[in-house]
């Protein structure tokens, strides 16, 4: 069965963490990408005759492979095959694969480099094409790779890779696109890292663009030029050398190149900056709007930026937050460049998503074009939107989907996004400092506790304010739940316990229910003829791209439902589990469905350091389906077989729970009469032991009622047990038939019959519990709310008077029958 694209990456993950030893995944990683370069460029040339890079003989990844074992297998793959490859196509060095200090001495050597072949010398490896139509193995395995490398290198050591959904971000806030993308057009990146940036400005802008980058670090500037070449961008020029000292692009008079595009994660407030540079007559004119501090190289990450640009240029960079407020030089320069008008924009990122950093982060979009007559800035918040990943935070695909909607849309949403004034920022209050909390309150609205509702009852009108998005679509619920008490508060006319069922009830709020399942059945209708047209060779990445944006469409002006919300469910869903079986009819077309395999769990190493014997899961839960799983063909035909195991389940439980009851009872600490119970003797309590006890009992001829009442508690003991048995032998005689019939069926299915499992009993149902959910969260948020308002409310300072002199009294009462009062 061929392995999934999610199983694939975990797979290479796993494989290689294992074998890097003692290693720090920062250097480990060029030797795993290096691997990964060699494999796809001698997949790739066998497959296309024109490809750009050139394999001497002797240099293929097929050269490495009939290496494996040989004693000088380091010694020979820098020689024979990286060398040659790296002197036929004008590359920096590669690792050396012979170095002892990393890899080991002698036999070990020889083993973890042979072992780190053998990972890339898989068949579902196959970078031929380098995609099933659309579906990018290669770039998606690379992402996966580099993400883990980066978590695991630590602080100091993560800097080389920029989270692939910031530089999404700053790819599409750039405003780069296929259609305003020339031949001409040029994207710059000035500390380039592994390129991951100048990427998906090239995805954005589709091919018709020169990448430029510069990287600091000669191994991961090669790191960078491999990622290019990798990703189909071999016309790319990647230099290694300090862009602030020595910048590698220059006009033909000797000033800086001017690019369409830039884009960069610089290294955050640098110290040694100013190392090498002229500032004083910095002959690219890059400080004439100011001079950045010393010991800081925020800004002159930022004025290179500027100088870099063409004069209806644009870029967008990452820079820490404190770029917009600090004072002194910075001030100054911030002032300088906010008086030309090139910042376009300012996004707010959460903290923690950085490898090198957890300071939270910003990114500044430029524009030169039109920049005089800018009149203000737009800002956003996003600071809220992300998900903890272990030690990391994350931004979602809703949270980046938002980011950039709502900047290429220039929407002002309150708590997140506005166009500022620039007249508002030039202030005196202001005084040009951007912290973007002086412009965009996010704070969430305090929940109040009101005095007055507290002393004379009534719920605070202004806590109904609140809650408008849902008055909005149930204008006649409020009405009905609440009525006038007096001048802001009103009463609530249902009893608190019968808030739930008003609402659920509500004709309103059936209707509302109704038109939202209207909604999401004729987008899944409209997405079904879509996914009844998928065949070999579809494009997955078009489907996704399609699905998710006539979901959010669909719900584009919902009152109470968040698209963005369903659009992460989509997403979610599509990451797990839709890109794998769109992947495998790409590849194979609906046949994929027919497959399955035995899951084969590896065995472990015996101290002679040599893998032990695979064992093979048996039983129904050891089957995996490529595409179908054993339980939903369980679930859709063998529905009676299921119903049977789950009743001779259920017989289980029941026998078990009276046999726990018995011993419960009668032992000696839970005898209802508090003496020693019928198993206090017993040094164990189970079927043989009781058995033995109610022979004891049956041989001693007694028949008080007391024996009589003892044997029969041991017969039904014994009984449960029986009934426990039997029925775990029909469980298992039944399990087996299920094994037997669902291994059976997966060869007796039809392309209608899996397309009729994936489509609707996968896909469909599993998107449409996603509705649901919303649906509960609506619903449950607003009972909830109006509950906590009621009971907040209920008890008054009166009642709760009139309540304490009633106990007053009643207990002056007792005390005078006692006669403690006279």
């Known amino acids: 069965m061929a392995i999934k694209k999610t199983e694939l990456y975990r797979s290479l993950w796993a494989s290689c963490d294992e074998l890097r030893g003692g290693m720090d995944a920062s250097q480990y990683k060029?030797?795993?990408?290096?691997?990964?370069?060699?494999?796809?460029?001698?997949?790739?040339?066998?497959?296309?005759?024109?490809?750009?890079?050139?394999?001497?003989?002797?240099?293929?990844?097929?050269?490495?492979?009939?290496l494996i074992g040989n004693t000088e297998i380091g010694d020979k793959i820098n020689k024979q095959v990286l060398n040659?490859?790296?002197?036929?196509?004008?590359?920096?060095?590669?690792?050396?694969?012979?170095?002892?200090?990393?890899?080991?001495?002698?036999?070990?050597?020889?083993?973890?480099?042979?072992?780190?072949?053998?990972?890339?010398?898989?068949?579902?490896?196959?970078?031929?094409?380098?995609?099933?139509?659309?579906?990018?193995?290669?770039?998606?395995?690379?992402?996966?790779?580099?993400?883990?490398?980066?978590?695991?290198?630590?602080?100091?050591?993560?800097?080389?890779?920029?989270?692939?959904?910031?530089?999404?971000?700053?790819?599409?806030?750039?405003?780069?696109?296929?259609?305003?993308?020339?031949?001409?057009?040029?994207?710059?990146?000035?500390?380039?890292?592994?390129?991951?940036?100048?990427?998906?400005?090239?995805?954005?802008?589709?091919?018709?663009?020169?990448?430029?980058?510069?990287?600091?670090?000669?191994?991961?500037?090669?790191?960078?030029?491999?990622?290019?070449?990798?990703?189909?961008?071999?016309?790319?020029?990647?230099?290694?050398?300090?862009?602030?000292?020595?910048?590698?692009?220059?006009?033909?008079?000797?000033?800086?190149?001017?690019?369409?595009?830039?884009?960069?994660?610089?290294?955050?407030?640098?110290?040694?900056?100013?190392?090498?540079?002229?500032?004083?007559?910095?002959?690219?004119?890059?400080?004439?709007?100011?001079?950045?501090?010393?010991?800081?190289?925020d800004y002159a990450f930022l004025l290179h930026i500027l100088q870099s640009m063409k004069a209806k240029g644009k870029a967008a960079v990452v820079l820490p937050h404190g770029v917009l407020f600090r004072g002194n030089a910075e001030g100054e320069i911030r002032k300088n460049i906010l008086k030309k008008g090139y910042i376009k924009g300012i996004i707010g990122l959460p903290a923690n998503l950085f490898y090198g950093t957890g300071i939270p982060a910003c990114i500044i979009v430029l524009d030169k074009e039109n920049a005089e007559h800018r009149k203000g800035i737009f800002m956003m918040d996003a600071s809220k939107g992300f998900l903890k990943d272990g030690n990391k935070n994350r931004l979602r695909e809703q949270d980046l989907r938002k980011i950039t909607d709502v900047f290429t849309q220039m929407q002002e949403v309150p708590k997140y996004s506005r166009m500022v004034p620039m007249s508002?920022?030039?202030?005196?209050?202001?005084?040009?400092?951007?912290?973007?909390?002086?412009?965009?309150?996010?704070?969430?609205?305090?929940?109040?506790?009101?005095?007055?509702?507290?002393?004379?009852?009534?719920?605070?009108?202004?806590?109904?304010?609140?809650?408008?998005?849902?008055?909005?679509?149930?204008?006649?619920?409020?009405?009905?739940?609440?009525?006038?008490?007096?001048?802001?508060?009103?009463?609530?006319?249902?009893?608190?316990?019968?808030?739930?069922?008003?609402?659920?009830?509500?004709p309103e709020f059936k209707a509302f229910n109704a038109t939202l399942d209207r909604t999401y059945h004729d987008w899944l209708d409209g997405q079904m003829k879509i996914w009844e047209t998928l065949a070999q060779h579809s494009n997955g990445k078009d489907l996704i791209a399609q699905m998710s944006e006539s979901l959010l469409e669909a719900f584009e002006n919902n009152t109470l439902v968040n698209g963005y919300d369903l659009y992460q469910y989509a997403m979610t869903y599509w990451q797990e589990t839709m890109q794998d079986d769109v992947y495998s009819v790409s590849l194979d077309g609906w046949k994929a469905g027919n497959e399955w395999e035995r899951t084969i769990i590896k065995g472990k190493k015996g101290k002679d350091g040599k893998p032990g014997k695979d064992k093979e899961v048996t039983g129904l839960a050891g089957v995996e389906g490529r595409m179908?799983?054993?339980?939903?063909?369980?679930?859709?035909?063998?529905?009676?077989?299921?119903?049977?195991?789950?009743?001779?389940?259920?017989?289980?439980?029941?026998?078990?729970?009276?046999?726990?009851?018995?011993?419960?009872?009668?032992?000696?600490?839970?005898?209802?009469?508090?003496?020693?119970?019928?198993?206090?003797?017993?040094?164990?309590?189970?079927?043989?032991?009781?058995?033995?006890?109610?022979?004891?009992?049956?041989?001693?001829?007694?028949?008080?009622?007391?024996?009589?009442?003892?044997?029969?508690?041991?017969?039904?003991?014994?009984?449960?047990?029986?009934?426990?048995?039997?029925?775990?032998?029909?469980?298992?005689?039944l399990q087996a038939d299920l094994e037997k019939e669902v291994i059976a069926k997966y060869a007796k299915l039809t392309e209608a019959d899996i397309k009729d499992l994936v489509l609707n009993h996968k896909w469909k149902a599993h998107l449409l519990t996603t509705l649901h959910h919303e649906q509960d969260k609506i619903s449950q948020g607003l009972t909830q709310r109006i509950n906590a308002l009621a009971e907040r409310y209920a008890t008054t300072l009166?009642?709760?008077?009139?309540?304490?002199?009633?106990?007053?009294?009643?207990?002056?009462?007792?005390?005078?029958?006692?006669?403690?009062?006279w």
């Open 30 to 66: 060029d030797y795993v990408l290096t691997m990964l370069f060699v494999k796809y460029i001698s997949d790739k040339a066998k497959s296309d005759q024109d490809f750009a890079i050139e394999i001497p003989d002797g240099a293929s990844f097929e050269d490495m492979v009939n």
């Open 84 to 297: 040659p490859i790296k002197e036929a196509n004008g590359l920096n060095d590669f690792p050396d694969f012979n170095d002892e200090s990393k890899l080991g001495k002698g036999k070990d050597l020889v083993e973890t480099v042979s072992n780190l072949v053998r990972i890339f010398n898989d068949n579902s490896l196959d970078f031929s094409k380098n995609s099933a139509e659309g579906d990018d193995i290669l770039g998606d395995a690379y992402e996966y790779l580099m993400r883990h490398f980066a978590t695991e290198s630590g602080k100091s050591k993560g800097q080389f890779y920029t989270p692939a959904e910031v530089s999404r971000i700053l790819a599409k806030v750039i405003g780069i696109t296929f259609n305003n993308a020339t031949t001409q057009t040029t994207a710059y990146d000035p500390t380039c890292g592994s390129g991951s940036l100048l990427l998906k400005v090239a995805n954005e802008a589709g091919k018709a663009i020169t990448l430029y980058g510069q990287e600091k670090e000669t191994t991961t500037a090669n790191l960078a030029h491999m990622n290019m070449i990798l990703h189909g961008a071999e016309t790319a020029e990647i230099v290694a050398d300090n862009t602030l000292t020595r910048p590698a692009y220059k006009e033909d008079d000797g000033s800086l190149k001017r690019f369409d595009y830039v884009v960069a994660n610089p290294p955050f407030s640098l110290k040694s900056w100013s190392n090498g540079v002229n500032i004083e007559s910095d002959e690219y004119n890059r400080f004439t709007l100011g001079v950045p501090p010393e010991k800081n190289g």
């Open 424 to 506: 508002e920022i030039a202030d005196a209050k202001n005084d040009y400092n951007l912290n973007i909390p002086r412009y965009i309150d996010t704070q969430e609205n305090e929940d109040i506790q009101d005095l007055l509702a507290h002393l004379q009852g009534g719920i605070p009108v202004r806590d109904l304010e609140v809650m408008q998005t849902y008055w909005n679509a149930y204008p006649k619920l409020k009405h009905d739940l609440f009525s006038p008490l007096r001048e802001g508060y009103v009463k609530l006319n249902v009893a608190v316990a019968d808030i739930k069922s008003t609402i659920y009830n509500h």
């Open 628 to 733: 179908i799983s054993p339980e939903l063909l369980s679930q859709v035909y063998f529905k009676d077989l299921l119903n049977q195991i789950g009743t001779a389940q259920q017989s289980v439980e029941n026998s078990q729970a009276t046999m726990t009851e018995i011993e419960e009872e009668h032992t000696s600490t839970g005898s209802a009469q508090g003496e020693e119970g019928l198993f206090a003797d017993l040094e164990k309590v189970n079927a043989s032991e009781v058995a033995k006890l109610l022979k004891e009992r049956t041989s001693t001829g007694s028949a008080t009622a007391a024996v009589k009442e003892e044997i029969a508690v041991l017969k039904n003991y014994i009984a449960a047990s029986e009934a426990i048995k039997k029925a775990n032998a029909e469980i298992k005689t």
């Open 798 to 821: 009166a009642s709760s008077q009139t309540e304490l002199a009633a106990a007053e009294t009643k207990v002056m009462a007792h005390l005078e029958k006692m006669g403690l009062v």
